[in-house]
């Protein structure tokens, strides 16, 4: 079983900083994708950024340039910086990732961390 753990969402005015983390634990093989989803009030869950194994990044259109996803894989951990908040940038974060567990590297389980609020607003 896999478990994600996020940290460093608050309140921020427009044009502040913040930077989100998720650690992910337990037992498997790798983890293949690391992803950062918002969902915002009466709104569904939308994909910000994505980082794969390799390194390489995906963004959403409304966030490039101003948010930048990284990854530490010895750490498990994924991050996401972002800078230039805007008020419609305001929803909960939820950290996802692809999963190969060691049971069965065939398989790809999907794992979510538990949100986190991000406020943007004077």
């Known amino acids: 079983q896999v478990q994600l753990v996020e940290s460093g969402g608050g309140r921020v005015p427009p044009g502040g900083s913040l930077r989100l983390s998720c650690t992910a634990s337990?037992?498997?093989?790798?983890?293949?994708?690391m992803d950062w989803y918002r969902q915002a009030p009466g709104q569904q869950r939308e994909l910000v950024a994505r980082?794969?194994?390799?390194?390489?990044?995906n963004y959403a259109d409304s966030v490039k340039g101003r948010f930048t996803i990284s990854r530490h894989n010895a750490k498990n951990t994924v991050y996401l910086q972002m800078n230039s908040l805007k008020p419609e940038d305001t929803a909960v974060y939820y950290c996802?990732?692809?999963?190969?567990?060691?049971?069965?590297?065939?398989?790809?389980?999907?794992?979510w961390g538990q949100g986190t609020l991000v406020t943007v607003s004077s």
């Open positions: 996802h990732a692809d999963v190969q567990p060691d049971y069965d590297i065939t398989l790809h389980l999907d794992a």
């Open positions: 980082v794969h194994s390799g390194g390489s990044t």
């Open positions: 337990g037992s498997f093989a790798s983890i293949r994708t």
